[in-house]
């Protein structure tokens, strides 16, 4: 089982590397450069995939793999890691394994009864730590904080981030905010987003790529070399050539 197989090989590791069969620690292995800013030592596979055990109905799994979450897994690291996958896969694993843990304990009063907000309680530990991040002159996060020290020390080396990473944090911070009535997650992220769309081309209503925290000058405006955007020459082009080879393949197909 997957929870059996991460708990064997990986576990507390924050991933597993398939070909050893062993975890994968921060500082520990050879650094994959910016792929590691997703490690925090907080168990990142195991929180990421807890409502995968939930949806496949694998409810005693789901339960031990909450158990060993609450009971092994501390933010309180010296370590700088990257806000938005911090966010999209622990604060973001974390509230949707506690919505998941309510609707076990509601579809069957027998299951998980020891389970009183624990994760929500872990969610909004790991959300204060990421709120440090925010406090830029424009309100959109630097790309990483450091889980125990915040960002004092990043401001002047962390000037630029990615647009995805500093607008769409409001799923998982409102969501946030929604559960413990604490409005600060909300606003925070919420100011980022119009911070954002303040900086719009107000022709096309469109964002560059990357942007400066502290200024709000778009540092790149165009589109990566993988987006369609920016490849809109070739895609037409692409179009039209398999538009004439299709039309030239059931043009002889008919005789």
Known sequence: SLFAFLQEHAFPADELMPLS????????ENSRGDVDDALGNFSLTMIDTLDTLFLFNELDEFEHAVRAVVDSVSFDSDVEVSVFETNIRILGGLLG??????????ANHSRMKWYSDELLQ????????LIPAFNTSTGIPLPRVNLRYGCDKL????????????GTMILEFAALSRLTGNPIYEDKAARAMAALWKQRNRHSDLMGRVINVHSGDWVRRGASKFSIVSNRHRCSNLFCTLLIRNVTVFHFARF
Do not use: F, P, W, Y
């Not at 069969?21 to 520990?28: L, M, Q, S, W």
């Not at 394994?97 to 509601?106: M, R, Y």
């Not at 872990?122 to 730590?129: L, Q």
């Open 21 to 28: 069969c062993k975890g994968r620690a921060r500082n520990v």
């Open 155 to 166: 401001k002047r080396k962390e000037m630029h981030t990615c647009t995805a990473c500093g």
């Open 122 to 129: 872990m969610a909004t530990d790991i959300g204060n730590r």
């Open 97 to 106: 394994a506690h919505i998941s843990s309510l609707e076990v304990q509601k």
